[in-house]
Structure formats: structure tokens, C-alpha cells
């Protein structure tokens, strides 16, 4: 659990209850300090995870997501995250938000829809939940005392959100498991007891993206947390995080975000997945 609170600011980060671990991997709540700085528009870099993940804002201030591939979308109040294969610019306003990430293969779970309806874009929550649970949920966060209360009750509206019909397929699990442990896609699906294009279909409609694509997320995750490390050179960070050599790091990063690593690391500030201020 993390908390922080500077000049009346604060922030509030942990892990789900128990009814919620398995889909919830984390909750957060975040409330900016009042003054002129929060009609102030920002622009960061916002990479690619290898979660989906909802959010809900108290302000109505239109939020612009635009892809590196040019495609572009925007959304008030909250949205729906659903997993990238390249980091997208997001301009926005500094609000009081609330947020949670998704396991992988849970979305159905939460939302009632599979995740490959949310690949590759950011869908306006108003067009996934119905208008009236929103409203409800923006009220309650609006009285809460600080961020932790509104993460609480933010948790508290996911669990009443579950869907009791839902049944995970198992092999889906299973397949994850082997996928995080550097498993062969080959070798993975032959354990699924389906067809190679069974399984590649069936994956992609649970988690969002191919198995080869949700191998490279994690890999990518990998490095942008072990570049945080101090005193670690290129060389063996690409080695730890799975990668042929540093050549094909650098290729995979600039892949991934359009910049360079040096130019990641010379902006990238608390948060690894967040280059603030970057104009692409």
C-alpha cells in the first residue's frame, strides 16, 4: 500500500480485497491540490502494460488519446483502457481520478465483454456502463474525504460489478502462467488442449492481444522497470529483461514507444510507464 499527501494533495495505491484479487491487480486514487495548475493541460507518453485498466475522472474536461499510429479518440468522465502494442500521447488536465488494472483474462469478468472489444483504444466508460452507475459512482468519490476513502469506494462499486456468471476457462490461467515464465507459444498451446488457431482466437478474445503480442508486453514491462535500477548498464538490463542482445532492445523500445531509450530516460520521471511532457 502507498500513500502520499503533499500540500493537501494526495495519493493512495493498493492491492484489492480478496474478492476482487485475481481480476483487480490494483487500485489507486489520486486528488490534486486546488489551484490554477489543474486547468492546465499536460501531455505525456503513456507506454504500453500488459494490463487493461479503467479509470474515472471528477472533472469533465475532455481527455485526447492519440495513437502513435495516428489514430485518434477522447472520452469525459472515465474510460476503459484496453491493451496496446504501442505507447498512444494523452492530453488531459490534471483531475481527481480513481483507477484500477485489470488482470489479463479477467475483462468479461468485470465489464461483461471480452477484451479484444477494447484492443488497441480507450473506450468511453459512459459506453459500458449504464449512465445512472456512473453518475452514482462520480457522486460518492465527490464526498469522500481523501484518497484512500475513494479508492475504497471505487473498489467497492467493482465488486458490486462482477459478474456471478462468469466462469475463467482454466487453460486461459494456465497458458498466462506458462507465458510469464518464458514459455515457448508452440509449447503453450499444445499444453491448451485446443488448436494452434483455437487458441491464438480464444487467447486474443480473452486478454486482447496475440500470445506473441502479450509475450513482447512482458518483456517490455520488464525492461522499463529494470532501467529504474541504478548502476545497471544496457547491456545486462537487455539480458535480465530476455532480449538477444542491446541492439535488439534498442530496436524493441523504439518499436514500442517511437523514441529512443535515451530519450526515454531523459524525461521519464517517478513512474515508468509515464514520459511527462513529451510532444511527439
Not at 129 to 134: Q, V
Not at 170 to 189: E, H, K, P, Q, Y
Not at 221 to 235: D, F, H, N, V, W
Not at 270 to 280: C, I, L, N, S
Request: charged share 20%; with cysteine.
Amino acid at each position: 500500500m502507498v500513500t502520499t499527501s503533499v500540500r493537501e494533495s494526495s495519493y493512495h495505491a493498493c492491492a484489492p480485497r480478496s474478492v476482487l484479487r485475481g481480476t483487480i491487480s490494483r487500485v489507486w486514487a489520486s486528488r490534486p491540490a486546488e489551484g490554477p495548475a489543474q486547468a492546465v493541460r499536460r501531455v505525456e507518453l503513456t507506454l504500453p502494460a500488459a494490463e487493461m485498466h479503467l479509470v474515472v475522472r471528477l472533472d469533465n474536461n475532455l481527455v485526447d488519446i492519440h495513437a502513435l499510429s495516428g489514430e485518434a479518440n477522447s472520452f469525459r468522465a472515465g474510460a476503459v483502457g484496453g491493451l496496446r502494442t504501442a505507447a498512444y500521447v494523452k492530453r488531459s488536465t490534471v483531475a481527481t481520478t480513481v483507477g484500477a488494472m485489470v488482470q489479463p483474462g479477467m475483462c468479461a469478468a468485470l465489464l461483461g465483454i471480452p477484451a479484444v472489444e477494447f484492443a488497441g483504444k480507450h473506450v468511453a466508460l459512459a459506453d459500458v456502463w449504464p449512465a445512472s452507475r456512473l453518475d452514482r459512482l462520480r457522486e460518492r468519490l465527490a464526498g469522500a474525504i481523501d484518497a484512500p476513502e475513494m479508492a475504497a469506494i471505487f473498489e467497492a462499486a467493482l465488486i458490486e460489478g462482477l459478474r456471478p456468471d462468469f466462469a475463467p476457462d482454466a487453460w486461459i490461467n494456465a497458458s498466462l502462467a506458462r507465458l510469464r515464465c518464458s514459455g515457448r507459444i508452440t509449447d503453450v498451446a499444445d499444453a491448451s488442449g485446443v488448436s494452434h488457431r483455437h487458441f491464438i482466437h480464444r487467447f486474443r478474445e480473452a486478454v486482447g492481444v496475440t500470445p506473441m503480442q502479450f509475450k513482447r508486453l512482458l518483456r517490455f514491462e520488464r525492461l522499463t522497470s529494470r532501467m529504474a535500477a541504478p548502476g545497471a548498464s544496457m547491456a545486462s538490463i537487455a539480458i535480465a529483461a530476455g532480449f538477444a542482445d542491446q541492439a535488439h532492445m534498442a530496436r524493441d523500445f523504439r518499436r514500442f514507444t517511437g523514441i529512443t531509450i535515451s530519450a526515454y530516460r531523459a524525461r521519464v520521471g517517478g513512474h515508468p510507464r509515464h514520459v511527462p511532457a513529451f510532444v511527439r
